[in-house]
């Protein structure tokens, strides 16, 4: 149907960076989130400040933007750093910058996320579990983080859409990726639509399956819920 | 550390570059409305010949990058004889045409499903009072449920609206001068990304709460019986 002529096997190979790229972001975020949530949440006020800060400033800039100042601005960041203590030159690079950025403006998003399901988990049982002489990392790990899950999966998962979705705009800060790998294959071929089509078929295959396994997660964090009978 | 003369020198590119991201949002938006009502009806249709289609529309739309369907219009259509024999050519072989149908395309079909949902949101109990009360098919649309869909759909239409002046961004890539190119124009020049990007993200966020301040406003008028009264 498509034919790729012979340039199918990069495009795969792009496919898999594009998905590295998006799953190393993912976790990322998911720390960034989870440390602005509870920034968000804490009794410290200029932590809340900070982490107001953040998710506003944050959700207010596109993420092109954001990725091209990271890109450019970081290594100037390193450049100077490495000038100063006299190390070598490092390069900064497209995957590094841009996994760094996906996860930092996406941890913004999640951070709204986390927060409201942190304050979906009754307050008494967290005070119960201080009772029982729980340390705060304790309480963390057995009581809120298991039962926020349940509540952050349907905003964890849309979030997860749209950043895997942002990854191709790594391609336009020189990221090798299934964009980049397209945007060669239809210069050398002259058929630019078979090989973008390529892509974006690949794409909607990636959020097919995230979709589906994203329901399936849910069915089973929910499982302890009572159903309607 | 931050140069503002490089900024003030630059002040006229940015505001340029403001006016094309603004006109290829709305224009895009504004298009996207006009077909995303019927689409979105259409998505609430039971007839899978009606129905099917527009899903398939909506779903390859949401389901793929803006970048993605951008590069399939600009570069892509050219690989296509009878478009490029067609009237139409001169058109496709425009950047702000190509981004702007593209950007269209997408808007329509993430607005479609907003739509879709807002309508299947009315109380039946509504459209069976005015089928009872004798109104036609056509009349308890116009008259019942599109009003109540559009007051329901604001909230969320407005996000759509964020994430398409977001999204414009990437007309950049295509030789477009709007806002984020003229960011990158200043950095090349001058080697700066600081004050280039950090001035295109200060007024990407002046639009963002500008349209923030729109829809809270248009919430405050259409959603003025579900406020709860002054104490």
Redesign the interface.
């Known amino acids: 149907m498509l034919d790729l002529q012979g340039y199918g096997p990069s495009i795969l190979e792009g496919a898999v960076l594009t998905l590295r790229a998006a799953l190393a972001g993912l976790l990322l975020s998911i720390l960034f989130g989870l440390l602005g949530a509870l920034a968000k949440l804490s009794s410290s006020v200029p932590l809340r400040v900070l982490a107001g800060a953040y998710t506003t400033?944050i959700?207010?800039?596109?993420?092109?933007?954001?990725m091209?100042?990271v890109f450019?601005?970081g290594q100037?960041l390193v450049n100077d750093l490495t000038a100063r203590m006299g190390w070598e030159h490092v390069d900064v690079g497209p995957f590094a910058a841009g996994v760094l950025t996906l996860g930092f403006i996406y941890g913004a998003y999640m951070a709204e996320t986390f927060r409201g399901a942190i304050l979906a988990v009754p307050a008494g049982q967290l005070e119960a579990a201080r009772a029982f002489g729980m340390g705060p990392f304790l309480v963390l790990r057995r009581i809120l983080l298991p039962q926020m899950l349940r509540h952050a999966l349907p905003g964890v998962g849309n979030n997860w859409l749209v950043l895997l979705?942002?990854?191709?705009?790594l391609?336009?800060i020189g990221l090798d990726d299934m964009?980049r790998k397209?945007?060669l294959a239809?210069g050398a071929t002259?058929?630019?639509?078979?090989f973008?089509?390529a892509?974006?078929l690949v794409?909607?295959a990636l959020?097919?399956v995230s979709t589906l396994l994203l329901a399936a997660a849910e069915r089973w964090a929910r499982r302890g819920e009572a159903r309607p009978a | 550390m931050i140069d503002l003369e490089i900024v003030v020198a630059n002040l006229p590119l940015y505001v340029r570059g403001t006016w094309t991201t603004l006109w290829l949002t709305f224009a895009s938006l504004a298009l996207g409305l006009v077909v995303a009502v019927p689409l979105g009806l259409a998505r609430t249709s039971r007839n899978p010949l009606i129905n099917y289609p527009v899903w398939l529309y909506t779903?390859?739309f949401r389901?793929?990058?803006?970048?993605?369907?951008l590069?399939?219009i600009y570069?892509?259509?050219?690989?296509?004889a009878f478009v490029r024999e067609s009237s139409l050519w001169p058109l496709f072989s425009q950047a702000w045409f190509c981004a702007l149908l593209a950007f269209t395309l997408n808007t329509a079909a993430y607005t479609a499903e907003i739509v879709r949902g807002a309508i299947l949101a009315t109380p039946v109990g509504e459209i069976e009072a005015a089928r009872a009360l004798g109104m036609s098919r056509r009349l308890v649309l116009r008259r019942i449920v599109l009003p109540s869909a559009f007051r329901r759909a604001l909230p969320a239409y407005g996000n759509e609206m964020i994430f398409m002046?977001?999204?414009?961004?990437?007309a950049?890539?295509v030789t477009i001068v709007d806002l984020?190119a003229a960011?990158?124009i200043v950095?090349s020049r001058y080697y700066s990304?600081?004050e280039?990007?950090?001035t295109?993200?200060l007024f990407?966020?002046a639009l963002?709460?500008a349209i923030v301040g729109l829809v809270k406003l248009l919430e405050r008028r259409w959603h003025a019986h579900l406020r709860p009264l002054a104490p």
Do not use: E, I
């Not at chain 1, 959700?59 to 954001?66: A, K």
């Open positions: 400033l959700r207010g800039v596109p993420d092109l933007v954001l091209l100042l450019f601005g100037m979705k942002a990854t191709a705009l391609s336009v964009v397209a945007a239809a002259r058929q630019p639509f078979t973008y089509f892509v974006a794409f909607l959020t097919t | 779903y390859f389901g793929t990058p803006l970048l993605v369907q590069f399939m570069y892509g259509a050219g690989q296509f002046l977001h999204g414009s961004a990437v950049s890539t984020t960011a990158r950095n990304p600081y280039a990007f950090l295109a993200a990407y966020m963002t709460f």
